[in-house]
């Protein structure tokens, strides 16, 4: 953390904040307070600046190239699972996937349309990789699922996508005002990838429609299914992501989510 210090000054408490990369700290002097990221995306300012993360204080060009951005540190908790019901989550996503600003910056970024066939080839090529390692009939069933379906789930409509609307990424400020943070995945997708997620994991299933009008649309047979398409892949996508990592109590604890879905639809 030297190059902390170095550019904050040795009056600052650092403390790193966890995460997947362990490339984020906090830090606080004397009543400021920061929250630090070592090569965050510049996407970020766009997200800052429409009020969807806690505001993008400064940022700072190191001289090996990397770039540190320090965001307010906000008093807050994050959202509780049963909370993901409430309308203020569903408006927030619409804003997102409603944003031009936000579709253009990405764009400008480098960031293409995801396709499920990109979904699942990356799906089926890390598997082969994993299958030497522990072969689970459940994930191959999956997989097989999406190969039956992926030219069911095309679809051209296009937007930003958070890719990850797990309920610890939702925070509520002590002034009530709620952020969608850990953008480091974000994608240009069919917004069914994160509406699956969002609602298979948290939403129960008698209150999908009115839900699905909170956030904007009307539902129907052909959004359902992709839905379903992207929540098993995700589903998918995380279990190999953790069994990669070596975590294999979470991976373990993914696949009997994946095997609710499953069974749930006469997958299994």
Not at 106 to 113: A, E, I, S
Not at 167 to 187: E, G
Not at 228 to 241: G, P, R, T, V
Request: aromatic residues 8%.
């Amino acid at each position: 953390m030297n190059w902390l210090e170095h550019i904050l000054g040795s009056n600052w408490t650092i403390t790193p904040a966890g995460g997947s990369t362990g490339e984020a700290y906090y830090a606080h002097t004397e009543g400021k307070r920061l929250f630090l990221k070592r090569n965050s995306s510049p996407f970020l300012a766009v997200l800052s600046a429409e009020g969807i993360v806690p505001k993008l204080v400064w940022t700072k060009r190191l001289e090996n190239g990397d770039v540190i951005t320090a965001q307010e540190w906000l008093e807050g908790r994050e959202l509780k699972p049963e909370e993901m019901k409430h309308p203020r989550v569903a408006a927030l996503l619409s804003k997102i996937h409603h944003s031009s600003e936000l579709l253009d910056m990405l764009m400008r970024l480098g960031k293409h349309p995801l396709t499920p066939d990109e979904v699942l080839k990356d799906i089926k090529e890390n598997q082969k990789v994993l299958d030497q390692v522990d072969p689970k009939i459940e994930i191959h069933q999956a997989i097989k699922y999406l190969e039956h379906h992926v030219s069911h789930v095309q679809h051209d409509v296009h937007v930003v996508c958070h890719c990850d609307t797990n309920h610890n990424n939702w925070l509520l400020s002590s002034t009530d005002h709620l952020y969608l943070i850990d953008w480091d995945n974000a994608m240009v997708a069919d917004p069914a990838l994160d509406l699956g997620m969002l609602l298979y994991n948290y939403i129960p299933e008698d209150y999908w429609e009115t839900w699905l009008e909170e956030y904007g649309i009307q539902p129907d047979s052909p959004m359902y299914e992709r839905m379903k398409w992207y929540s098993l892949s995700q589903a998918l996508s995380f279990i190999q992501w953790h069994q990669m990592r070596g975590e294999y109590h979470e991976a373990s604890v993914r696949t009997e989510k994946l095997k609710k879905i499953m069974k749930k639809h006469l997958i299994l």
